[in-house]
């Protein structure tokens, strides 16, 4: 059990380790004679017979005499092998459930040791004899040294047995084991993945918390198709059904949907309402269907589609056919309509183009991709001659797929679109253009957007959609960190409310927002943004699904602008409203926007997270400027939360994605892997990579955003390396150098982040000349103009230069109580990178005494832990088990008072500094932690 798996090799839960643990320690109490009777409830699929096969090998290995029965509906138990030969007193072994009641209800009284374990799967189809045969067994558990383990469904449970088994429980002879579903953090543990992982939380949901069901979502093909060993067990079920449930089941997973009625049942399947009934009832009994209110589900949806996968597809087509005719009667809508009639085109019927025309028409904003096969059914039974019907639906379909994420495809039928018929809706060039930006088409984009933009702005009252084409034209400037030129701005607000359209207007406040902040005008930002969040947040979700480039806009503008919570809130509502409504397209740019405020403000693991995730669905959808963005957000939320031994790995990367662009998301990939560079210790490469990417140390190609931090990181290398990195002649590449350049641009900016920026700067050159008590006083500064903006992490890294300088100056109290708050910033920001800083920067004195504890060969894992060696490499090298080496570390953990590699890195590089020797190679190892 230590493992945490059993013989099959699926992991068991960490609900389940304490009850299986538990179970197993009754074989002791068996063979000290003392039987019981456990019984063990859950739904199927959450691991009962799994649990009952870790016992039979544990028992059998024990030396137990073992039987286990399987019991089937009406014909008792099946598969009944007895390990260790009979445990019935030389009573025969039993073939059949007759015999099995009666051997095991006729058990005499012990004449020696005839213990035994008795495991009887699917007990709820034993019926009244397994009521009796657990009565019997209550009664003379005291007697004989008997071990039963029987596993139910409580749906499925008899009310006889019910009644026992409560019966049992309440005297205490029934031991009661419930299996509820997993929790997300047990379904990260056995999938292997990260709890916020977009990914693991849709399977896990989908799942409903059932440990079969998850990991046969995990494991089923690019066409949902189930893996063999996981459908089998399900398979089963249905095996078992009559001619007539069955066709219910097939017509159900047909109807598909949340839930159906009898009605619809019964018209699929033509049976009528009674033998309908009848069928239905005998799904209900073997839990199958479940009841919600007056209507069915199943009981699973994976059930419901490996049932329809195993059904006839001529079958299915008809019962399609069926289903469409019945819904018609009813008034169905027509997206009810075409999820049927997709399915039995062979012999298309007049009239349903119409219908599932106007059902991609009615699903575009909430669920492009069935927009997109509703679409495409209807133009391949759409006469070629019907030019006008035809058009509509390639404009539905390259909608829905472009918004459904396939960038190319979509902007191949957008292309060809405007090739045939060249006057196109203002709407659909903005989202032609759009797709052009995330494929990185930037100069294609604004040729397009600058010719249809000429066609309708010097019209009297040009069409409100016109805004969506400006808006799109201006976030192509603002990636290009160029603010959108205000007659565009003007001419959208003067649209919008000529038009007397308030989400309109709200999304050309958006942009005006935006450029004020690119230009730094951060007022005039702040005012404009509000205006159009006060107009935005009004708007339902539904109204925003069809204009989310507005809220893009406004949510990015806030970012610029430094009002992170605010951005925060907005990037979350319109990734919601993405998930939700299958925009594929925009919902990387929304997941890195939220990855990236959450990075400002201090959480950079769920930083992390959201830019994994941002930065895989860009990959697949070929929007390669987000996924190299993504990336450097990756690896700078990484590096703050845990550094990695692929943190630089994944900088290079993002370097190499945006290879050859000059734009400001592609300078903010060589940026990001200076700060790990920096971060790792190799300060010369942090450097060399900052002044390549600013084109010189004026840092000129650098947006002025970017500047600042550039420069205190430019100041603080100085500071810790006690020399420029020019010409000492050189007044300008200084510590002082650097802080001058750095209050030039916070002078201009005026943002409270930049000011903060060149107030370490300039600490870290007052430190430089020796003048600690003003350095000191520019640091708390800092601290407080993060706090004002809310940028957690760099307040906590203000504090912590600001302890160091004050432990240099002599002022312990104050040193003491900056580290205290910084480390309480640290922690609730969960960043172990500054916990590690801090606790070097903490007792340094410590360090040396403390190694001296350690034994030679923890001293010998340590360093190799400390130079970043992962545990399975230290136990190739030192011929051990990866076991042995984690055991080595938590203990050396323990004595250094210690929780992490980065800990242990610095103080084995304190340590070093202390007595003289070289520093093993480790991250942070030759940087002083206020240099930040």
Known sequence: MTSGTIDSGIPIPASQRMEMESLL?????????????????????????????????RAQRMGFAVLNAHYAESVGPENIPVHGGSPFSGAPVPTNGRLLHEALGALPSPAGD??????????????????????????????????????HRPKQLPPALRSVLARGVEQGTVQRVDLGPLAPAESARILGMPASDARLLELHRLSQGVPLFLLALAESGPDGAVQERYAAPVLAEIARLGPDELAAARAAALLGGRSFDLESIAAVTEFGVPRTVEALDGLLQRDILRAVGIRLSYRHPLLRRLVGQETDPAWLAAGHRKAAAHLAARAASATELAAHLEHCLGDPLPGDAEILHRAASEALLTDPQSAARWARAALDITPAEDDGPRRALTTILATAVATGGRLEAGRDLLHALRSEHEALSPATIALYAQVEVLLCN??????????????????????????????????????????????????????????????????????????????NRMDAATAALADAAALIDRFTDLDLAAHLPYLTALAWGEALACEFHSAQRHFARGTAIARKHGR???????????AVTHLQIGRPSVSRELAREAGTLAQESKARHVWGFALAVEALGAAWAEPEQDTIRLAEK????????????ALAAPLALATVARLRGDRRRAVMLIFDTGGGPALEELPSVLRPRSFQ??????????????????????????????????????????RAHAGIARGHALRTRGELEAALDSYRTAAFLFSSVGMTREQALALMAGASCASAAGRADDAASMLQFADELAHRIDSETIVGFLQHLRAPETDSLAMAELTPREREIATMAGDGRKTRDIARQLSVSPRTVEVHLSR???????????SLALLLAGAAGQSGSPAPRAAGDEHRVGAW
């Open 584 to 594: 594929r397209d925009l919902l990387p740019v929304l997941l890195l926007g939220l």
């Open 114 to 151: 005839c213990r035994a374990v008795v495991l009887l799967d699917d007990f709820h189809w034993s019926g009244r004899g397994g009521a009796d045969l657990l009565e019997q067994l209550m009664r003379r558990t005291a007697v004989v040294p008997l071990l039963l383990v029987l596993t």
């Open 442 to 519: 930037h100069a294609e984009a604004g040729a397009l957007l600058g010719a249809e933009l000429a066609r309708w702005e010097h019209l009297p009252e040009p069409p409100l959609e016109t805004v969506e084409m400006i808006v799109v034209e201006s976030l192509l400037a603002a990636i290009d960190g160029r603010p959108p030129a205000p007659g565009r701005i003007e001419l959208a607000l003067r649209i919008a409310r000529s038009h007397r359209s308030e989400l309109t207007e709200a999304g050309a406040l958006a942009l005006q927002g935006l450029g004020a902040a690119l230009e």
């Open 25 to 57: 320690s009754t074989l002791v109490a068996l063979k000290g004679g003392r039987g019981r009777i456990i019984e063990i409830a859950g739904a199927p699929g959450t691991g009962k017979s799994r649990i009952l096969a870790a016992i039979s090998a």
């Open 654 to 665: 993002a370097v190499t994605v945006l290879q050859g662009d000059r734009f400001h998301w």
């Open 892 to 902: 050396i953990y323990r004595k250094l008072n210690i929780d992490s590699r980065t």
């Open 713 to 754: 990181l430019l100041a603080g290398a100085v500071m810790e390396s006690g020399r420029p990195f020019s010409a000492p002649a050189d007044p300008v590449q200084t510590s002082d150098g650097w802080a001058s350049r750095a209050e030039e641009v916070a002078r201009v900016t005026g943002r409270a982040s930049h």
